[in-house]
């Protein structure tokens, strides 16, 4: 199983749309089996498939008790099939958000997501995991579970700039978990027509020469989408360019 997360601390930027939607079309169209793991406590990912009111006990809220238990059944199927191919969701969990006082001071709290995957590593051929956008102990589950980072960024100063800080911790984590890297960066939200977006768009493919994938622009189709809780691989809508870009880009994580 190959492991990558969408990471950015500055929220707003797409990450959440573009982890769901990559996830769906690896099902669907590149036959995959899919681990989508939400690991923010907003919820964001698990709402266009499941109510994430559920119960703390079915959602990723029990793999960050006092005790490890990375043998919890916390895996939910989605509608989201093709074949032998499935897309399969760990649910995030409203309730972690307010633990985090108690979950600080609980002994390497930092690998519990890397050892529950563990134990389903040859049940998926990707694991997704969505971030919070931050750098704190969920996203840190992730840096420790992952070998890939996916990071969009949005073509304005203050999320270009928020990308250097971003590097530094992602050097940090390095150090630990030496498989890390970051697989590729796209700009997201992208405005062509405002000549400040595609200035920001050429300063990004500079600081990232040998890992930039692409675009993808902003569009309503996505709005559209989050209102009826459906990936965009469920709409007739593989003609549109927002359904081609989140394939070029899936095509170049799986070449």
């Known amino acids: 199983m190959r492991t990558i997360c969408f990471a950015n601390q500055k929220g707003g930027v797409g990450k959440t749309t573009t982890c769901v939607n990559i996830a769906g079309i690896l099902t669907t169209q590149k036959k995959k089996k899919v681990l989508l793991v939400d690991a923010d406590p907003q919820c964001s990912a698990t709402t266009y498939f499941l109510d994430p ?19 919890v059944n916390i895996i939910h199927s989605t509608r989201i099939a093709s074949g032998n191919s499935r897309l399969d969701l760990v649910p995030g969990g409203y309730t972690l958000g307010g633990s985090l006082t108690e979950i600080a001071v609980i002994p390497n709290i930092g690998i519990r997501l890397r050892d529950f995957l563990k134990n389903h590593e ?93 675009e993808i622009h902003r569009s309503a189709l996505y709005g559209k989408a989050w209102d009826q809780s459906k990936l965009l691989c469920e709409m007739r809508v593989k003609t549109e360019r927002p359904y081609r870009e989140l394939v070029a880009i899936t095509n170049k994580i799986t070449s």
């Open 122 to 214: 040859n049940n998926y051929d990707y694991c997704l995991i969505d971030c919070p956008p931050d750098i704190g102990f969920f996203t840190m589950n992730a840096f420790m579970a992952s070998e890939d980072i996916l990071v969009p960024i949005q073509p304005e100063r203050l999320a270009v700039w928020g990308v250097a800080q971003l590097v530094e911790r992602i050097a940090f984590y390095q150090e630990v978990n030496p498989v890390l890297k970051i697989l590729g960066v796209f700009t997201s939200m992208f405005q062509a027509q405002f000549k400040s977006q595609k200035e920001w768009n050429e300063e990004i493919k500079m600081m990232f020469p040998n890992n930039f994938l692409g």
């Open 53 to 71: 009111a559920m119960n703390e006990d079915k959602t990723i809220t029990m793999l960050f008790g006092k005790e490890p238990r990375p043998e």
